[in-house]
RNA sequence: GGAGAGAUGGCCGAGUGGUCUAAGGCGCACGCCUGCUAAGCGUGUGUACCUCAAAAGGGUACCGAGGGUUCAAAUCCCUCUCUCUCCGCCA
């Protein structure tokens, strides 16, 4: 097992050792920078190359410098320290090396500015698109890989969850809004037991014959976390910050799931590491005003059951797959029926290096709607992360790939019940799964 | 919140100002030896960055984190984080 982080010791370096600070691979971008920039062009990010190129050189250049006075330094000393031990005068060498001190004190400050400004620059990078993934310039270009089940037809007008939800009684969306505000829900009676019924059902699942092992983690976690799995810096506008002592509410459980192994070292027969967590979620929406006010497609909170894999590299493109089918599974036993979507390098997160997304059908909005989306990071998280592995007892140490993906968005889940399962009288069947998490219920209304 | 103790390499653990690249042990790797096994012997054993076309080699940094004193810090001083013990409070 890998040497835990628990146990009376924490974390033994700054996130960032030495000069590592690592995204991408400086060595990468150093050698082949016309490649890297058309590969990221794809994206549709504006990036000031030439500002790298200039932060690299002096960089580099006045490492240079300080670590030939630091050299000198350290040689003077030693010969002092010779000297004095057999009662000679060194008053001549400590003048001489209290100067090199000095020029390194003065050194010092510029190399410290370049470093900052450099991995500033470096942690606002996003990952770079696996060399497969099709090129594209938003969610117009993203291809439909596969549908599975029909969308269900109504002899009478379907409504929106939101409606279905109020009518039964079990969603209270104005009451939610005096407690807290709007973009929050309240859940009651059988609505709040089918919230529980699909978190259990999700998690039996995956912790079972999927073989994940649940995890129950912080809600809140530290900047350095969030700088694992790169919502941070970048992204600090979208997630809620506690001040005093400073902690961000998770956005996602990958965020806790993903740092579990934060500057860990694995061998090779720990990999793979498959995580579940079922973890409320939060989440500011900046920026998304208008959009899907109504309902609970699009909340501050809301509940989610994350799946996280650290894999080998060479194995976690075949683990994508696998987890796709995890998450699409749920939807099957659910019946509800969906298509998987592989995004586009346009359209990609920040740190996802390749993208499926799973939309379940909505009938209320006669359309497809995301419920899942599962990613492969390749190795952009575990080098923020420093999470590592050794392929042979006596190897380098190699980044791990990370993974992860909704298993899955469970408010959106709910809706997908509710408006795929309407009947005509306003009641809303329960699914055969989850009959047994709902004390046999068959209906609710 | 109060009082105290602690944080050292893959692991255990020594080390209170200069034998600089951290004793010793375990583990691991390679080699030797013993008819097999067990044991034994020897050698080696971190990470990151810079330099070099590459390798070799050289250099710098890292003993929880950050800052300070000093020619010189694992070692002295300050701040912070985390862990453990006790007290208080608390779901």
């Known amino acids: 097992m890998a040497r835990a982080a628990a146990g009376g010791r924490t974390h033994r370096k700054c996130l960032w050792p030495a000069l590592g600070v690592s995204m991408l691979d400086v060595k990468l971008l150093r050698d082949d920078l016309d490649q890297v920039k058309k590969r990221m062009a ?19 250049e006045a490492l240079a410098n300080l670590e030939k006075l ?4 350290n040689r003077l000393s030693g010969e002092i320290g010779k000297l004095k031990k057999r009662g000679g005068d060194a008053a001549a060498l400590m003048r001489e090396a209290e100067e090199v001190s000095e020029s390194i004190r003065e050194g010092e400050r510029p190399v410290t500015e370049i470093e900052a400004g450099f991995e500033k620059f470096m942690l606002r990078l ?15 270009d993203n291809k439909e890989v596969r549908r ?14 939101w409606d279905i939800g109020e009518e039964l009684e079990i969603l209270d969306f104005a009451r939610a809004a005096k407690l807290a505000g709007a973009r929050f829900a309240l859940y009651k009676g059988a609505g709040a037991r089918l919230e529980r019924a699909l978190i259990n059902f999700m998690l039996d699942l995956h912790t079972g014959e999927r073989g994940y092992k649940e995890i129950l983690p912080p809600a809140l976690v530290n900047r350095a976390a969030l700088t694992g799995t790169g919502q941070l810096p970048k992204f600090e506008e979208d997630l809620f910050r506690i001040e005093t002592p400073e902690y961000f509410l998770i ?7 993903t740092n579990v192994h934060r500057e860990e070292m694995f061998e090779r027969e720990d990999l793979p590491i498959k995580y579940v967590a079922y973890t409320p979620c939060f989440r500011r929406e900046a920026g998304s005003y208008g959009q899907d006010v109504r309902g609970l497609i699009r909340q501050h909170q809301f509940n989610k059951v994350e799946l996280v894999k650290l894999s ?8 994508l ?22 995004l586009c390098t346009g359209d990609m997160g920040f740190s996802a290096a390749k993208t499926y997304d799973l939309e379940v059908w909505l009938p209320g909005q006669a359309t497809y709607r995301e419920i899942s989306s599962c990613s492969n990071c390749e190795d952009f ?5 420093q999470i590592r592995y050794r392929r042979e007892k006596k190897g380098k140490p190699i980044f791990v790939h990370t993974l992860n993906g909704s298993g899955l968005a469970v408010g959106r889940t709910f809706v997908a019940v509710l408006e795929n399962y309407q009947q005509k009288d306003g009641s809303v069947l329960i699914p055969e799964v989850l009959r047994p998490y709902m004390g046999g219920l068959e209906k609710i209304g």
């Not at 080998?312 to 683990?319: G, K, L």
């Open 381 to 385: 998280q575990a080098r923020r992360a």
């Open 42 to 60: 794809t994206r549709g990010t504006e990036i000031d190359w030439d500002e790298f190129v200039a932060l690299d050189r002096d960089r580099r």
């Open 312 to 319: 080998e590299p060479e194995t976690s493109y075949d683990e």
């Open 148 to 161: 599975w089940g029909e969308p269900p037809q109504f002899n009478f007008q379907a409504k929106n969850h």
């Open 251 to 257: 956005p996602t459980a990958e965020v806790p799931l």
């Open 321 to 342: 797959e696998k987890m796709v089918q995890d998450a699409e599974e749920v939807l099957r036993r659910l019946k509800l029926p969906y298509r998987v979507i592989e």
């Open 70 to 73: 630091k050299e000198k330094k």
């Open 126 to 140: 996003p990952n770079l698109p696996n060399s497969g993934v099709s090129i594209g310039r938003n969610a117009d």
